[in-house]
């Protein structure tokens, strides 16, 4: 489902002046502190009536201030996890996680309880009352509670910051499901590029309450110029590929992008699916001659096609692969020492790499999986 | 057995009007009932309809006001009872006091207060205001008085020793140990304090009248004179 | 201790004051929440109005009250006659009149404790209420109510405990009708009002008392499980 | 438009019934809100009693609560007589005594409206406060009294019209003095008891109500600032 | 200043029951959700009385409930970055700073309210109240008080969490220097694996309300079997290593380690300066013979002394080179391909290296620095 965004709004002294649209089922609002992610979420939700513009997500009009047209909160049927929690103080976490069900329709209920408590770790606390639970319990609760009112819209502020790693590593994969599965269209704000990258099909870019970019992910995030809104550690480039088969014994799956061949770890998936794969530049090291004996899988041939340095000692390269960008990041001395320069032939050396099943059809044909070597 | 008679009496009264109840009570074996307020409240609520049969007033003012407006039965209002004012002093053992024109009030206060009921709206203060003009002696006093809402609490002021004297009703003074009775106001010196009754043009409690002779029988004398009220004969 | 047994009609008096406490109350509460609530959220014309309507009873003198209620509500009175031709209902000397003057006097108490509870309430909450589909009239119900209920419960025991010890406004609107309108207050007003009527005061005061601290202490035991429900404690 | 010239003892009624009401207000401010402090955090023994105690001029008849403080405060009355003695405070047909008495008959009141607002304080912010050096008493000061502001406002307002409608308690208990103690209530009650004294106490109770109005549009105006300062709003 | 810390402390369910000493100035707290990293805080700034146990602080007791001391929390002076923020609602942001200022005693001061403001960006916000600013400028704002507080002790709960990573990067060098400069202890709770590892000296971490592991940062992020625990994507090895000399035209800082000379982004400290460099596991490629043109700049010779599977195709390999630990992430494959086993002479390519100055001596002698490349 289509999402479309087009509003002006202002409060104190920030405007919000955001304008784009996305197909993708999982859009991801990217940008720093203030940016405006908050509102912009507010204003999806009904939280907060923009002082003009429209959205509609599908066929569904949510506010169009010119036709006066403002569906109230509670009939938007959206799942918001609030960036603060907003869980009930008097409700036990049982009673908080069920809210929803009360006023959603029977039919259209995905998830159950048991699944949700189950995914979520929280099986422990449902008799609880949320003062009685700690941060990221809090989070998690207000996470299933979001999911199991069976919205038609997930709005996620922020909904893993509090989270540890592990947890993080057991609900990102749940997010994939429910985006790819149930195909519920999700607005996903997030600081942590990884997520982002992995996560969205369509990334937003805010920066002081302007979209900087919108666009694929794979796009915004091998964009140079975007770095320094959407952070020089992460940044990387997406590729397009197919899986060309399993290598059991390894626990590796061999893919095929136009640049080569690649060994990922193992995607529980058919022979030709297409997959989406990130590569971060900082994962990619340059050779001017093909290295043999090395640990890294993935060797691919490819061509210079820009160098682009920030302050500091550091060169972002942008490679050409068999007619896909690939990004590297290597120091001012390499560039130098190597003689790298645009039209050079070399080779790239990856690492690790960071993939994602690419939504081919809708309806989905089973679950996605992801990893990170 | 009928509707209970409803009276509609001057709290002063309870005391005796209920002893006087009771005994109707149990000699015709009809029931009566009394609410007892302030005069001007009952007379009010007469006013706008209340269900009651029949009105005895601590004030002539508001037996009046009744009898303008055509809400009592004229022929059958009669003043029921007398009542006397009487100057009181803190303690049990105060020294008499003789009331006559010009007698020195002002100087026995020694600067404290003279205690009386509201001077303008309740009717004990009304009696003793005139009383105390005819005297003479009300300009010297004027200033030095704490008016309280009712006798009783005049009563209250003068036996807690917050007032070294104070006007009340002869009814009030004789119960209370710790004020002591000093003078009584010639019964010239005031317009007579009078406890007037009638039945209520809305009554239609065929009882109501019999309560009333009831009340004004020879036999319920002894009851309102033991509280101290003059039973006035018709 | 002769003079602390009842007569029976201050064992009527009592069961009546009870009576008329407890309709005072609960007859005002929900009129209460929803002005407290009005007064809380809403901004419209004629608010200040309302407002001054609703603290009146606090600002006049009781037998002024009294005396407006018998005017308003009594057998002549406009609206007393109204709802007796349609609807049946009398106030004037009736222990309803006794419950009306209970519930007048206690409104503004009520309100303000609500009102307080209500603008306390973050609005966060329910906003997150109406996000996972709930109407305003279901957030009201199932987050707004829980969250306010300390507040509420405060109004109620206000409410209750003016019903209890009014008398000025009550004996002014419905006289002092034994079995009728004779409530505890208006009792010992009238034991105050003659002589050696001290102790008979005393004792149906005792009795008030009692009544209210049991009161009181159920409301805050109430109120301590509602808090903690909440998670304030 | 006769009627509504008034006279002046009228006139110095009411600037007595002002001043009454406003010191009532502040001089009980200081311990209602120590006292609301008390019964919203802390468990001690005799709490209870406490509670009851400050209820009872609620509960019982304002005659009975008059009397009570006759006896207590008065010239002879225990406290009254200490009070007199080592202070020179004396309460008895005072100013002072109408005024004790409105803030007697206010306390209830004032007291719920600051503990409800006390209860409904976010114990986490005094917390960091403490945190940040504030010892309890800053704490209290600097966090706790302004987040309470919009109850304290209402308990103050509570008071103050109580105080300005007090009357049962007042004239049993310091009489009815004029330029003394002579309150709009009690002069207001002079002209009901009387047969057409009508005009005159609706002139009074305009004159009344119209200053409630007054002190209740101020509370209304502070207590929005207070919560829009507190971010409520 | 060392704290030690000794407790039992019961809510609910769950039972705290730490005990460990920490001497580095950077304490880090670390552990799952619900590990009770918040109560332990709560105990050490006087929010909760511990059921029994000990804190002490440099020479100061805490608490001490056998000798039945408890010091109260306002005369602790911690500054306490909490994990819900809890600023004033009342008081503008500007008044939110200053609060601690009231209370802290003239002498001792550090860090002016300008510096503070600048640092987090937030001179916009000042005449503002709480509830208008975004959940990242709130985060700001709490750091903010508490650094302004002037504290002896300075406890921040996930306080970078809610903020974008360009806005990380610059409060971390900031933390650094307070460490560094002021040599406030600091006992921090954080998921990221990355802060931890740059920022701690101790790294204590907390397991279902026990202490898993407690010691040198370095230390618990190589041990390979807390790997579960600490995220296996983020585990490393910590080296000692000197400033050997700077490469200023290439901006880089060439170090000294045990096992050979490291280039990384250039560290502004005299040559000598002891640096502490951390290497992740990720970053560690492992080549059989030396190789040449490679945008690599540090090949270091190494031993493989362990191997370590998990589950899935990965195996961590740890290197001894030149008598310091360090991990390689490799796949099975590559196990087999390249026959590593323990004993096995290898060179072990890095191609990033996080590092974080070694504190010395006490005082402290200049600013430290920090960099990923
Ligand atoms: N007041 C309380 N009463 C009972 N249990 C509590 C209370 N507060 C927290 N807990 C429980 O204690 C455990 C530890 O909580 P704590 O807040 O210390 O966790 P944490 O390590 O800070 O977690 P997070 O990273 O999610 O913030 C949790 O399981 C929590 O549910
Ligand atoms: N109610 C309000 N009135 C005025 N300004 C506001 C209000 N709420 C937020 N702002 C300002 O609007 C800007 C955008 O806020 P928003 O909450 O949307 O940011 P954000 O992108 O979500 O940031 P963060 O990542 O820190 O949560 C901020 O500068 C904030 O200070
Ligand atoms: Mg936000
Ligand atoms: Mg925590």
Known sequence: ?373 | QGKPVTVFAAASLKTALDEVMDAWSRESGKQARVSYAGSSALARQIEQGAPADLFISADIDWMDYLEQHKLIRAETRGNLLGNSIVLIASGAHAPAVAITPGFPLASLLKGGRLAMAETSAVPAGKYGKAALESLGVWTSVADRLAQAENVRAALLLVSRGEAPYGIVYATDAAADPKVSVVGTFPAGSHPPILYPAAILAGSKNPDAAAFLAHVKSPKMKPVFEKQGFTVLGQ | ?233
């Open chain 3, 1 to 233: 201790m002769d003079w602390l047994t009842l007569s029976p009609d201050e064992v009527t008096a009592i069961k009546l004051s009870l009576k008329v406490a407890l309709w005072a109350m609960l007859a005002s509460l929900p009129l209460g929440i929803a002005v407290a609530y009005l007064l809380a959220r809403c901004d419209f014309w004629g608010k200040s109005l309302l407002n001054v309507l609703v603290h009146l009873p606090l600002i006049l003198p009781p037998v002024v009250t009294g005396y407006i209620l018998l005017l308003v509500f009594g057998r002549r009175g406009a609206v007393g006659e109204f709802l007796d031709q349609y609807f049946g209902i009398v106030f004037a000397f009736r222990w309803t009149g006794a419950a009306l003057a209970g519930a007048v006097m206690g409104f503004p108490l009520m309100v303000r404790a609500m009102r307080l509870s209500i603008e306390a309430v973050d609005r966060r909450l329910e906003q997150a209420a109406g996000t996972l589909g709930a109407n305003p009239a279901m957030v009201f119900l199932t987050v707004t109510l829980p969250l306010i209920l300390p507040g509420v419960i405060a109004g109620m025991i206000l409410s209750f405990a003016k019903a209890m010890g009014e008398f000025g406004a009550t004996i002014t609107f419905v006289s002092n009708i034994p079995g009728e309108t004779q409530t505890l207050p208006t009792a010992i007003y009238v034991f105050t009002q003659v002589p050696g009527g001290d102790s008979g005061a005393l004792r149906l005061t005792l009795v008030s008392v009692a009544i209210s601290i049991a009161a009181l202490l159920a409301s805050e035991f109430l109120a301590r499980r509602a808090a903690s429900r909440i998670g304030l404690s």
């Open chain 1, 1 to 373: 489902m289509s999402l479309s965004v087009d509003l002006r709004h202002s409060q104190g002294s920030f405007t919000l002046d955001a304008r784009f649209e996305s197909a993708g089922t999982l859009t991801a609002l990217f940008g720093r502190s203030g940016s405006g992610k908050t509102t912009l979420v507010n204003i999806v939700a009904g939280l907060i009536r923009p002082n003009r513009g429209r959205v509609v997500i599908g066929d569904q009009v949510l506010v169009d201030t010119e036709r006066g047209l403002f569906l109230p909160a509670h009939r938007r049927r959206v799942g918001y996890v609030f960036q603060e929690g907003r869980l009930f103080p008097h409700l036990t976490v049982q009673q908080n996680l069920l809210y929803g069900r009360w006023f959603a329709p029977r039919a259209g209920r995905h998830g159950s309880l048991e699944s949700v408590v189950d995914l979520l770790g929280i099986a422990a606390l449902l008799e609880r009352r949320p003062a009685l639970l700690s941060g990221g319990e809090k989070q998690r609760v207000a996470i299933g509670r979001a999911l199991l009112a069976s919205p038609r819209l997930l709005l996620m502020d922020e909904p893993l910051a509090a989270l540890d790693e592990g947890r993080k590593a057991e609900i990102l994969p749940y997010i994939e499901r429910l985006r790819d599965e149930t195909r519920i269209p999700i607005l996903y704000v997030s600081h942590a590029v990884g997520e982002v990258a992995r996560l969205a099909q369509t990334v937003v870019l805010l920066n002081e309450g302007k979209v900087a970019a919108a666009g694929e992910t794979a796009e915004i995030m091998g964009r140079l110029d975007l770095f320094p809104m959407t952070g020089r550690a992460e940044a990387g480039a997406v590729l397009e590929s197919r899986i060309e088969g399993q290598e059991e014994a390894y626990g590796l799956t061999v893919l095929r992008a136009a640049g080569g061949v690649l060994r990922v770890p193992r995607i529980d998936l058919a022979v030709g699916t297409p997959v989406r794969i990130r590569i971060r530049a900082r994962d990619v090291m340059l050779a001017l001659e093909k290295p043999v004996g090395i640990s890294a899988l993935n060797i691919l041939p490819a061509t210079v096609t820009e160098l682009r340095s920030g302050d500091g000692p550091i060169v972002d390269v942008r490679l050409d692969c068999g007619g896909d960008a690939l990004l590297a990041r290597v120091t001012r001395r390499s560039v130098e020492v190597l003689g790298l320069r645009p039209g050079l032939a070399l080779y790239a050396v990856v690492k690790s790499v960071a993939f994602d099943r690419r939504s081919v059809a809708p309806g989905g044909e089973g679950g996605g999986d992801a990893g990170d070597v």
